[in-house]
Protein backbone atom coordinates (compact mmCIF):
# COMPACT_ATOMS: atom_id res chain seq x y z
CA UNK A 1 0.00 0.00 0.00
CA UNK A 2 2.80 2.15 0.35
CA UNK A 3 4.20 2.24 -2.60
CA UNK A 4 0.71 2.81 -4.19
CA UNK A 5 0.44 5.61 -2.14
CA UNK A 6 4.47 6.79 -3.34
CA UNK A 7 2.99 5.81 -6.70
CA UNK A 8 0.34 7.85 -7.02
CA UNK A 9 1.51 10.62 -5.15
CA UNK A 10 4.16 10.98 -7.70
CA UNK A 11 1.76 10.98 -10.52
CA UNK A 12 0.02 13.56 -8.71
CA UNK A 13 2.38 15.87 -8.46
CA UNK A 14 3.56 15.41 -12.26
CA UNK A 15 0.15 16.05 -13.40
CA UNK A 16 0.01 19.65 -11.63
CA UNK A 17 2.90 20.12 -13.36
CA UNK A 18 1.95 19.43 -16.64
CA UNK A 19 -0.96 21.36 -16.48
CA UNK A 20 0.99 24.55 -15.88
CA UNK A 21 3.48 23.52 -18.62
CA UNK A 22 0.52 23.05 -20.99
CA UNK A 23 -0.87 26.30 -20.82
CA UNK A 24 2.62 27.84 -21.20
CA UNK A 25 2.86 25.40 -24.56
CA UNK A 26 6.10 24.05 -22.66
CA UNK A 27 7.05 20.11 -23.74
CA UNK A 28 6.10 18.19 -21.01
CA UNK A 29 8.75 15.46 -19.50
CA UNK A 30 7.01 13.19 -16.71
CA UNK A 31 9.06 11.10 -14.47
CA UNK A 32 9.35 8.71 -11.21
CA UNK A 33 12.30 7.45 -9.63
CA UNK A 34 13.79 6.87 -6.74
CA UNK A 35 17.25 7.48 -8.63
CA UNK A 36 19.02 10.67 -7.45
CA UNK A 37 20.82 10.67 -10.19
CA UNK A 38 18.20 11.55 -12.72
CA UNK A 39 19.10 15.07 -13.48
CA UNK A 40 22.53 14.22 -14.38
CA UNK A 41 24.07 12.87 -17.64
CA UNK A 42 25.33 9.56 -17.92
CA UNK A 43 29.22 11.05 -18.31
CA UNK A 44 28.52 12.52 -14.68
CA UNK A 45 27.38 9.63 -13.16
CA UNK A 46 30.59 7.69 -11.08
CA UNK A 47 30.05 3.94 -11.81
CA UNK A 48 32.00 1.23 -9.70
CA UNK A 49 34.48 -0.29 -12.35
CA UNK A 50 35.67 -3.54 -10.24
CA UNK A 51 37.83 -4.69 -13.14
CA UNK A 52 40.61 -2.06 -12.53
CA UNK A 53 41.37 -4.04 -9.61
CA UNK A 54 43.23 -7.60 -9.31
CA UNK A 55 41.41 -10.43 -8.51
CA UNK A 56 42.86 -12.87 -5.88
CA UNK A 57 45.49 -14.19 -7.79
CA UNK A 58 47.52 -10.87 -7.79
CA UNK A 59 46.65 -9.15 -4.48
CA UNK A 60 46.96 -10.27 -1.45
CA UNK A 61 49.97 -12.56 -1.60
CA UNK A 62 53.40 -12.67 0.69
CA UNK A 63 56.78 -11.90 -0.60
CA UNK A 64 59.51 -14.30 0.20
CA UNK A 65 61.38 -10.42 0.32
CA UNK A 66 58.66 -8.09 1.59
CA UNK A 67 56.31 -9.68 4.41
CA UNK A 68 53.91 -6.78 2.95
CA UNK A 69 54.61 -5.60 -0.46
CA UNK A 70 52.12 -3.42 -0.78
CA UNK A 71 53.35 -1.16 2.25
CA UNK A 72 54.17 2.65 0.69
CA UNK A 73 56.07 5.34 1.98
CA UNK A 74 55.08 8.31 1.68
CA UNK A 75 57.15 11.29 0.71
CA UNK A 76 56.39 14.94 1.58
CA UNK A 77 57.93 18.13 0.26
CA UNK A 78 58.51 20.33 3.30
CA UNK A 79 58.47 24.62 2.04
CA UNK A 80 62.91 25.90 2.48
CA UNK A 81 63.50 21.71 3.45
CA UNK A 82 64.30 18.93 1.60
CA UNK A 83 62.05 16.17 0.58
CA UNK A 84 60.91 14.28 3.92
CA UNK A 85 59.49 11.34 5.53
CA UNK A 86 56.33 11.67 8.02
CA UNK A 87 56.02 8.46 8.95
CA UNK A 88 52.40 8.49 6.64
CA UNK A 89 51.94 5.00 4.87
CA UNK A 90 49.58 3.72 2.09
CA UNK A 91 48.64 0.24 0.40
CA UNK A 92 48.86 -0.17 -3.66
CA UNK A 93 46.02 -1.36 -4.43
CA UNK A 94 46.37 -1.28 -8.43
CA UNK A 95 48.99 -0.39 -10.69
CA UNK A 96 48.08 2.91 -10.71
CA UNK A 97 46.55 3.83 -6.85
CA UNK A 98 47.59 4.18 -3.39
CA UNK A 99 44.90 3.82 -0.61
CA UNK A 100 45.44 6.19 2.42
CA UNK A 101 44.08 7.99 5.44
CA UNK A 102 42.69 11.66 4.30
CA UNK A 103 44.88 13.56 6.81
CA UNK A 104 47.75 12.35 5.35
CA UNK A 105 46.93 14.04 2.39
CA UNK A 106 46.05 17.16 3.72
CA UNK A 107 48.52 20.41 3.30
CA UNK A 108 49.32 19.84 7.15
CA UNK A 109 51.80 17.58 6.20
CA UNK A 110 53.24 19.13 3.33
CA UNK A 111 52.68 18.58 -0.24
CA UNK A 112 53.01 15.10 -1.38
CA UNK A 113 55.30 14.50 -4.21
CA UNK A 114 56.06 10.57 -4.45
CA UNK A 115 56.08 7.53 -3.09
CA UNK A 116 58.20 4.69 -2.14
CA UNK A 117 57.45 1.18 -3.28
CA UNK A 118 58.94 -1.97 -1.93
CA UNK A 119 60.39 -0.41 1.15
CA UNK A 120 62.61 -2.77 3.20
CA UNK A 121 63.43 -0.49 6.20
CA UNK A 122 66.92 -1.87 6.23
CA UNK A 123 70.28 -0.06 6.06
CA UNK A 124 70.64 -0.70 2.44
CA UNK A 125 67.08 0.28 1.97
CA UNK A 126 68.07 3.88 3.13
CA UNK A 127 71.21 4.27 0.71
CA UNK A 128 68.61 3.60 -2.07
CA UNK A 129 66.38 6.69 -0.76
CA UNK A 130 69.54 9.00 -1.11
CA UNK A 131 70.37 7.73 -4.70
CA UNK A 132 68.38 6.42 -7.67
CA UNK A 133 66.26 4.24 -5.28
CA UNK A 134 66.34 1.71 -8.32
CA UNK A 135 67.79 -0.82 -6.17
CA UNK A 136 67.01 -3.46 -4.02
CA UNK A 137 63.51 -3.82 -5.83
CA UNK A 138 62.70 -0.48 -4.32
CA UNK A 139 61.16 2.63 -6.81
CA UNK A 140 60.07 6.13 -6.43
CA UNK A 141 57.05 7.19 -7.92
CA UNK A 142 55.88 10.75 -8.24
CA UNK A 143 52.20 11.42 -7.39
CA UNK A 144 50.35 12.52 -10.53
CA UNK A 145 46.55 13.58 -8.21
CA UNK A 146 45.09 13.01 -5.23
CA UNK A 147 41.83 12.08 -3.98
CA UNK A 148 39.56 13.26 -0.18
CA UNK A 149 36.59 11.68 0.43
CA UNK A 150 34.07 14.82 -0.05
CA UNK A 151 33.12 14.31 3.45
CA UNK A 152 36.44 14.26 5.38
CA UNK A 153 36.61 16.94 7.48
CA UNK A 154 39.93 17.37 9.65
CA UNK A 155 39.76 15.70 13.30
CA UNK A 156 37.42 12.55 14.31
CA UNK A 157 36.40 12.23 10.70
CA UNK A 158 34.72 9.50 9.42
CA UNK A 159 35.35 9.57 5.83
CA UNK A 160 39.38 9.54 6.69
CA UNK A 161 40.23 7.98 3.31
CA UNK A 162 42.03 9.16 0.50
CA UNK A 163 43.54 7.81 -2.81
CA UNK A 164 47.05 9.06 -4.73
CA UNK A 165 47.08 7.97 -8.46
CA UNK A 166 50.66 7.55 -9.33
CA UNK A 167 51.93 9.20 -12.27
CA UNK A 168 53.17 5.80 -14.17
CA UNK A 169 51.60 2.47 -14.01
CA UNK A 170 53.98 0.51 -12.03
CA UNK A 171 54.71 -2.80 -12.71
CA UNK A 172 54.18 -6.02 -10.01
CA UNK A 173 57.72 -7.50 -8.58
CA UNK A 174 58.51 -9.63 -5.91
CA UNK A 175 58.47 -6.65 -3.81
CA UNK A 176 55.72 -4.60 -4.78
CA UNK A 177 52.31 -6.25 -5.29
CA UNK A 178 48.45 -5.01 -4.55
CA UNK A 179 46.68 -6.22 -1.22
CA UNK A 180 43.32 -7.21 -2.22
CA UNK A 181 39.72 -4.82 -1.22
CA UNK A 182 37.13 -7.21 0.93
CA UNK A 183 34.62 -7.69 -2.13
CA UNK A 184 37.75 -9.44 -3.68
CA UNK A 185 36.71 -12.52 -1.29
CA UNK A 186 33.26 -11.31 -0.80
CA UNK A 187 34.10 -9.98 2.67
CA UNK A 188 30.87 -8.32 3.59
CA UNK A 189 31.17 -7.31 7.07
CA UNK A 190 33.66 -8.10 10.12
CA UNK A 191 33.09 -11.04 12.58
CA UNK A 192 33.19 -10.02 16.24
CA UNK A 193 36.52 -10.02 17.41
CA UNK A 194 37.99 -10.38 14.22
CA UNK A 195 41.74 -10.99 14.61
CA UNK A 196 43.61 -8.75 12.17
CA UNK A 197 47.73 -7.66 11.44
CA UNK A 198 49.00 -4.42 11.33
CA UNK A 199 51.73 -3.21 9.02
CA UNK A 200 53.43 -0.14 10.10
CA UNK A 201 57.16 1.97 10.48
CA UNK A 202 58.72 2.00 14.05
CA UNK A 203 60.86 4.31 15.73
CA UNK A 204 62.49 3.45 19.16
CA UNK A 205 64.86 5.42 21.28
CA UNK A 206 67.67 4.14 19.45
CA UNK A 207 66.29 4.15 15.74
CA UNK A 208 64.46 7.87 15.82
CA UNK A 209 64.02 8.65 12.20
CA UNK A 210 65.17 5.42 10.66
CA UNK A 211 62.51 3.40 9.04
CA UNK A 212 61.50 -0.48 10.15
CA UNK A 213 58.91 -2.29 8.86
CA UNK A 214 56.70 -3.68 11.90
CA UNK A 215 54.02 -6.64 11.97
CA UNK A 216 51.39 -6.28 15.16
CA UNK A 217 48.22 -8.24 15.89
CA UNK A 218 45.14 -6.58 16.74
CA UNK A 219 41.57 -7.71 17.70
CA UNK A 220 38.27 -5.87 16.58
CA UNK A 221 36.53 -4.58 18.89
CA UNK A 222 32.41 -4.23 18.59
CA UNK A 223 31.52 -0.22 17.95
CA UNK A 224 29.55 0.26 21.02
CA UNK A 225 32.26 -0.90 23.44
CA UNK A 226 34.55 1.27 21.29
CA UNK A 227 31.94 4.06 21.93
CA UNK A 228 32.48 3.92 25.51
CA UNK A 229 36.29 4.42 25.59
CA UNK A 230 36.16 7.67 23.81
CA UNK A 231 35.30 11.50 24.72
CA UNK A 232 31.79 11.98 24.72
CA UNK A 233 32.31 14.95 22.24
CA UNK A 234 33.56 12.14 19.76
CA UNK A 235 30.72 9.63 18.08
CA UNK A 236 32.22 6.63 16.30
CA UNK A 237 30.03 5.79 12.92
CA UNK A 238 29.64 2.84 10.87
CA UNK A 239 32.42 3.43 8.57
CA UNK A 240 34.63 3.33 11.43
CA UNK A 241 36.62 0.19 13.14
CA UNK A 242 38.07 -0.38 16.27
CA UNK A 243 40.50 -2.84 17.25
CA UNK A 244 42.82 -3.44 20.15
CA UNK A 245 46.59 -4.53 19.66
CA UNK A 246 49.17 -4.45 19.50
CA UNK A 247 49.83 -5.90 23.55
CA UNK A 248 53.20 -4.79 23.22
CA UNK A 249 54.83 -1.71 21.84
CA UNK A 250 58.78 -0.97 21.81
CA UNK A 251 58.84 2.67 21.08
CA UNK A 252 56.31 4.20 18.68
CA UNK A 253 54.43 2.86 16.22
CA UNK A 254 53.72 5.23 13.69
CA UNK A 255 51.05 4.33 11.15
CA UNK A 256 48.81 7.06 9.52
CA UNK A 257 47.55 5.72 6.46
CA UNK A 258 48.54 2.18 6.91
CA UNK A 259 46.63 -1.19 6.88
CA UNK A 260 44.51 -2.98 9.16
CA UNK A 261 44.33 -6.59 7.37
CA UNK A 262 42.57 -9.54 7.87
CA UNK A 263 43.63 -12.84 6.29
CA UNK A 264 40.98 -14.23 4.07
CA UNK A 265 40.92 -17.02 2.30
CA UNK A 266 44.30 -17.65 1.49
CA UNK A 267 44.70 -13.90 0.57
CA UNK A 268 45.36 -10.79 2.78
CA UNK A 269 42.20 -7.91 2.57
CA UNK A 270 42.82 -4.38 3.64
CA UNK A 271 40.16 -3.96 6.62
CA UNK A 272 40.91 -0.51 7.98
CA UNK A 273 42.98 2.31 7.50
CA UNK A 274 44.66 3.80 10.25
CA UNK A 275 43.30 7.28 11.06
CA UNK A 276 45.53 8.66 14.09
CA UNK A 277 48.75 6.61 13.56
CA UNK A 278 50.24 6.98 17.00
CA UNK A 279 50.43 3.70 18.60
CA UNK A 280 52.73 4.26 22.10
CA UNK A 281 51.09 2.86 24.67
CA UNK A 282 49.89 -1.05 25.11
CA UNK A 283 46.31 -2.50 25.05
CA UNK A 284 44.62 0.51 24.01
CA UNK A 285 42.07 0.79 21.48
CA UNK A 286 42.78 2.45 18.34
CA UNK A 287 40.56 3.60 15.30
CA UNK A 288 40.44 2.95 11.95
CA UNK A 289 38.55 3.69 8.43
CA UNK A 290 36.87 0.48 7.59
CA UNK A 291 37.01 0.11 4.44
CA UNK A 292 34.43 -2.05 3.85
CA UNK A 293 32.18 0.91 4.35
CA UNK A 294 34.02 2.82 1.71
CA UNK A 295 34.43 0.41 -1.17
CA UNK A 296 32.44 1.96 -3.23
CA UNK A 297 33.93 5.06 -3.10
CA UNK A 298 37.00 4.01 -4.00
CA UNK A 299 35.92 2.18 -6.86
CA UNK A 300 33.50 4.73 -8.49
CA UNK A 301 37.20 6.70 -7.48
CA UNK A 302 39.40 4.98 -9.38
CA UNK A 303 40.22 5.64 -13.45
CA UNK A 304 42.16 3.69 -16.11
Known sequence: MKVIAAVLLC??????????????????????????????TPDQI?????????????CGGASVHTQFPWLVVLEYHIPKRKIVINFCTGSLINHRYVLTA??????????????????????????????????NGMQRVEVEDIHIHENYTRG??????GLIRLQ???????????????????????????????????????QIGSLVQLKFEATGVDLDSCRSEIPPWNTLQESHLCAIGPKEVDGCIWSSGGPLM????????VGGIATFGLICIPNITDFYTNVIYLESWIKQTIRP
Do not use: M
Open 46 to 58: PREDSSLLPDRSI
Open 168 to 206: REVAYTPNIRPVCLPSTVGVQHWKSHQEFTGAAWVANQT
Open 156 to 161: FSEYDI
Open 102 to 135: ARCLSKSFGNLVSVILGEHGTIAAEDCRNGSLEC
Open 262 to 269: AFQEGVWV
Open 11 to 40: ILINYNQAISRYQSNETIFACCTSDKDYNR
